[in-house]
Structure formats: structure tokens, C-alpha cells
């Protein structure tokens, strides 16, 4: 089997609830997807997705995706999308860094991958642990109370793990914060993710004003020196997400003790492959673990499912389905939460089935000349 054409889409979503805000001021109310077909000499299509929270978030901004696909893209025609690792040292050796713009191309071809095998992108990264799993909600940055109301809103809808959006001043944090500790229930899990937002000083003051509370806390400052900082005073346990770039960053963070929980983000790391080998290093070192991506809808949705589907359970911290948070969905057989869960495909590759009309024109084609 060979690769004969890569089609790029972008797609716009909308978010459902308009608007999505989190630390420093940051904030988007519509956001632009990626979406990667690959099409190959065996009438097989693949399909990955990668969707930046903004250009602001991480080093990734939608716009880029085309020309850096463009710019290595050529290099995957003719070559057998079955051989995922080979397709990621071609990848890498014709371009540094830009995780973001590898991702989707290498889900696509996990994609073909499982069709061609006949069994589901979990099985291929190590067997299904589980049929369905829990999610949390993330809750948009906003008044004390107005959070509180939306933790109640999403509890009827049957989440039960809730990831607030602080990292501003202290005070205002913490009374966010104290508004939805005084409604969540017994079993209930909740995260107070400051996207690196606090500098030390204002985070110190926010974890002690916390100490007698029950929560996570998530990524307090920008860097790992920082957050260590923090946990120095603090006995809450805390999850790292934005400063977990890779190997390196991962062992360091694990050599200093500086966290209970990471979140791993296939396309900030690259893809599925990658991000298996961080999953099995943190199963290896006793890591629980947040394995989602920056943003997404149906296909990265189905990505995640599967590289959840695929963790032991007693490793596995929480994930989100992103495409329930947009006004687009382009496949109808997509993932859709029942009770706060979320199945795990059983069909081959993704186990979705894109309705290809939804997409557009391509922005980009590469094909064989």
C-alpha cells in the first residue's frame, strides 16, 4: 500500500457556549480545524485533525498548518502509511520542532492503519482496557457565580469532573474557586487549572488560601521551576500540562516530584505514536495521566478515545470530548457522551466515518506527479 494524495481542510467551528476563556485574558469564541485526508493506491482514506486553542495557547496557530504540510507533505507520497514509524522519522527529518503540523498526518495514517488490519486504533496501541470512560467539563473563566451556575449545569448532564479556568488575580481565583467547592458533591473531582497564569507569589497565596479544600491544581506557572516553587508549599496535588513537552521535560518534572498528574496532548507532542511512548513511560513510572489535545471535533475526539481506550484505568485521570463543545459535527456516526462517558470505537482505524461533503474544498493538495 502506498500513499497517492493528501487533501488539507480547514474547518470553522463555533463554540456552543460562545465563548471559551481561560488565563491572562485569553479567550476565543470560534476556532479554526485542520483536517487531513490521506488517500491511498488500496481505495483506503485516512483521516487525523489538529485544531490550536487560538495562536496564543502553545506554539501551534492554525493558518501555519497548510504551509508546514505543504513543506513536508510530499515526502509521505509513495510511502506505505502502514509504517507509522517509519512516516514519523520522515517527518521529523524534514522538519524540527512543529509537533502540531505532524500530528494530523500521522493520525490519518493510524486511520488507514486500523482499516487496513481490520481492528480499532486502541488495539494497535496496546489492547482495549476499557469500553467507555469518564470526562470532566472545563469551565470558561468568568464571575465566582456564573461558574458555580455552569458546574450545576453540566452536573444534570452527567459530568462529575470539572476543570475551572483561573490563573488571574488571587482573590478573584479563590472566591471562583470557594463558589463551586461549596456545590460540588461526594465523587466528584475537581481541577483549578491556572494555564500558567500565576506568577509564584500569586500562586503560593492561592494554594494556601486552599489548603483545607479538595482540589487538584493545574499548571500554576510558566515554567517547571516555578510550579516546583509552588508545590513547596502546598500539600494539594498538582498536575502539569503546559511545560510537559516531551521525554526530557517529562523525566525532569518526574526526577523533582513536581506532580501527581500530567496532561498529555497528542498534537503538542506529535502525534499518537509519541504519545504512547510518553503514556507507557508514565504507566512505567506510576503517573496518572490527562490524555486529551488542545482543541478538536469529531476526529480528534475519536483520536483521544482511542489512546484512552488503550490506558490501564488505574493510570487514566480524566479527558474531555471536545467536539461536544462545537457547533459542528462532520461525521454522524461521531462520538456523542451518554451520562458524562464516552464510548471507545469499536469499528477498524477511528471508527468514524467523515461525511466528506462537510469539508469543503481542500486549501492544499499534494498528489503523485
Same mark, same amino acid.
Given at each position: 500500500?502506498?500513499?497517492?494524495?493528501?487533501?488539507?481542510?480547514?474547518?470553522?467551528?463555533?463554540?456552543?457556549?460562545? @465563548?471559551?476563556?481561560?488565563?491572562?485574558?485569553?479567550?476565543?469564541?470560534?476556532?479554526?480545524?485542520?483536517?487531513?485526508?490521506?488517500?491511498?493506491?488500496?481505495?483506503?482514506?485516512?483521516?487525523?485533525?489538529?485544531?490550536?486553542?487560538?495562536?496564543?495557547?502553545?506554539?501551534?496557530?492554525?493558518?501555519?498548518?497548510?504551509?508546514?504540510?505543504?513543506?513536508?507533505?510530499?515526502?509521505?507520497?509513495?510511502?506505505?502509511?502502514?509504517?507509522?514509524?517509519?512516516?514519523?522519522?520522515?517527518?521529523?527529518?524534514? /522538519?524540527?520542532?512543529?509537533?502540531?503540523? @505532524?500530528?494530523?498526518?500521522?493520525?490519518?495514517?493510524?486511520?488507514?492503519?486500523?482499516?487496513?488490519?481490520?481492528?480499532?486504533?486502541?488495539?494497535?496501541?496496546?489492547?482495549?482496557?476499557?469500553?467507555?470512560?469518564?470526562?470532566?467539563?472545563?469551565?470558561?473563566?468568568?464571575?465566582?457565580?456564573?461558574?458555580?451556575?455552569?458546574?450545576?449545569?453540566?452536573?444534570?448532564?452527567?459530568?462529575?469532573?470539572?476543570?475551572?479556568?483561573?490563573?488571574?488575580?488571587?482573590? #478573584?481565583?479563590?472566591?471562583?474557586?470557594?463558589?463551586?467547592?461549596?456545590?460540588?458533591?461526594?465523587?466528584?473531582?475537581?481541577?483549578?487549572?491556572?494555564?500558567?497564569?500565576?506568577?509564584?507569589?500569586?500562586?503560593?497565596?492561592?494554594?494556601?488560601?486552599?489548603?483545607?479544600?479538595?482540589?487538584?491544581?493545574?499548571?500554576?506557572?510558566?515554567? /517547571?521551576?516555578?510550579?516546583?516553587?509552588?508545590?513547596?508549599?502546598?500539600? $494539594?496535588?498538582?498536575?502539569?500540562?503546559?511545560?510537559?513537552?516531551?521525554?526530557?521535560?517529562?523525566?525532569?518534572?518526574?526526577?523533582?516530584?513536581?506532580?501527581?498528574?500530567?496532561?498529555?496532548?497528542?498534537?503538542?507532542?506529535?502525534?499518537?505514536?509519541?504519545?504512547?511512548?510518553?503514556?507507557?513511560?508514565?504507566?512505567?513510572?506510576?503517573?496518572?495521566?490527562?490524555? #486529551?489535545?488542545?482543541?478538536?471535533?469529531?476526529?480528534?475526539?475519536?483520536?483521544?478515545?482511542?489512546?484512552?481506550?488503550?490506558?490501564?484505568?488505574?493510570?487514566?485521570?480524566?479527558?474531555?470530548?471536545?467536539?461536544?463543545?462545537?457547533?459542528?459535527?462532520?461525521?454522524?456516526?461521531?462520538?456523542?457522551?451518554?451520562?458524562?462517558?464516552?464510548?471507545?470505537?469499536?469499528?477498524?482505524?477511528?471508527?468514524?466515518?467523515?461525511?466528506?461533503? $462537510?469539508?469543503?474544498?481542500?486549501?492544499?493538495?499534494?498528489?503523485?506527479?
Amino acid at each position: 500500500m502506498k500513499i497517492t494524495q493528501i487533501d488539507v481542510y480547514q474547518v470553522d467551528y463555533n463554540l456552543v457556549d460562545q @465563548k471559551y476563556a481561560w488565563s491572562r485574558g485569553q479567550a476565543v469564541t470560534s476556532l479554526v480545524s485542520t483536517i487531513v485526508r490521506i488517500s491511498t493506491d488500496e481505495d483506503l482514506k485516512g483521516f487525523g485533525e489538529v485544531c490550536p486553542l487560538g495562536s496564543a495557547y502553545m506554539d501551534a496557530f492554525a493558518q501555519g498548518i497548510p504551509s508546514g504540510i505543504k513543506e513536508i507533505g510530499s515526502l509521505l507520497i509513495g510511502q506505505d502509511p502502514c509504517q507509522v514509524k517509519v512516516i514519523n522519522d520522515l517527518l521529523d527529518s524534514a /522538519l524540527a520542532g512543529h509537533n502540531y503540523i @505532524k500530528s494530523p498526518l500521522e493520525i490519518a495514517c493510524w486511520d488507514v492503519l486500523g482499516q487496513a488490519t481490520g481492528v480499532p486504533v486502541c488495539t494497535l496501541l496496546g489492547g482495549r482496557h476499557v469500553d467507555s470512560y469518564l470526562l470532566y467539563r472545563a469551565i470558561s473563566r468568568g464571575a465566582p457565580e456564573e461558574m458555580a451556575k455552569d458546574v450545576l449545569r453540566f452536573r444534570e448532564e452527567g459530568y462529575r469532573r470539572f476543570q475551572l479556568k483561573v490563573g488571574e488575580e488571587p482573590d #478573584e481565583d479563590i472566591k471562583r474557586i470557594k463558589a463551586v467547592l461549596k456545590i460540588v458533591q461526594k465523587g466528584d473531582i475537581l481541577v483549578a487549572d491556572a494555564n500558567t497564569g500565576w506568577l509564584t507569589h500569586k500562586a503560593i497565596r492561592v494554594v494556601k488560601a486552599l489548603k483545607e479544600d479538595d482540589l487538584y491544581i493545574e499548571q500554576p506557572c510558566s515554567s /517547571l521551576e516555578e510550579c516546583l516553587a509552588v508545590r513547596e508549599h502546598t500539600r $494539594l496535588p498538582m498536575v502539569l500540562d503546559e511545560v510537559i513537552q516531551g521525554v526530557d521535560s517529562l523525566l525532569r518534572a518526574y526526577d523533582g516530584r513536581a506532580m501527581d498528574v500530567v496532561n498529555l496532548k497528542i498534537s503538542r507532542l506529535g502525534g499518537l505514536d509519541k504519545t504512547k511512548m510518553m503514556r507507557d513511560l508514565c504507566e512505567s513510572l506510576g503517573i496518572a495521566m490527562t490524555l #486529551e489535545d488542545s482543541w478538536g471535533g469529531d476526529i480528534a475526539t475519536a483520536a483521544i478515545a482511542h489512546l484512552v481506550g488503550s490506558t490501564r484505568t488505574e493510570f487514566y485521570f480524566t479527558s474531555t470530548d471536545f467536539n461536544s463543545y462545537n457547533d459542528v459535527h462532520l461525521a454522524k456516526d461521531a462520538l456523542i457522551r451518554k451520562k458524562g462517558r464516552l464510548e471507545v470505537p469499536s469499528k477498524p482505524g477511528l471508527g468514524i466515518h467523515v461525511d466528506e461533503k $462537510l469539508l469543503g474544498k481542500p486549501v492544499l493538495t499534494i498528489k503523485e506527479t
